[in-house]
């Protein structure tokens, strides 16, 4: 018998993944109103979702709502104590946005710094988006 034992070769080792950058931020004003929301709410939810939809006079608008559950593709971002979900597709759009929370004599309401917009309808309720080039 031949005690000759094969001596499988070692992988080398995978280089680790670079670190997903956070897709959004909150400012202090936003997560407090988030927070209140949240305990606001009249059922249990888990934070709130973030989107983008097509629509309005320059194309497309954010939609914020309450979010019940995490869907297995949903971008979590946790910000000052508080959750925001993405939807997956609107990741791209939200690159490098903080969200803000202005309240002023006649409205309130969360207002995106969006470095991924390139123009916004004159009533302020759409905006024009390019998605985040991938070298970002």
């Known amino acids: 018998m031949n005690d000759m034992t094969s001596a499988s070769p070692t992988p080398a080792a995978k280089p680790k993944p670079r670190p997903r950058p956070q897709v959004m931020k909150l400012t202090e004003a936003a997560a407090q109103r988030i927070t209140e929301l949240t305990k606001r709410a009249d059922s249990e939810i888990v934070g709130l979702r973030v989107g983008i939809k097509n ?5 497309q608008s954010y939609t914020v709502e ?3 559950e995490i869907r297995p593709t949903d971008e979590v971002v946790e910000d000052r104590g508080v959750k925001i979900l993405i939807d997956p597709k609107a990741v791209l759009f939200l690159l ?3 969200m803000d ?4 004599k006649l409205s309130a309401q969360f207002i995106f710094n969006n470095p991924n917009q390139t123009a916004a309808c ?4 759409s905006v024009q988006l390019e998605p985040a080039s991938e070298a970002s």
């Open 96 to 98: 490098g946005t903080e």
């Open 101 to 104: 929370y202005k309240v002023e």
């Open 66 to 68: 309450y979010a019940h």
């Open 122 to 125: 004159g009533c302020g309720e």
């Open 55 to 59: 629509g309005g006079c320059a194309g």
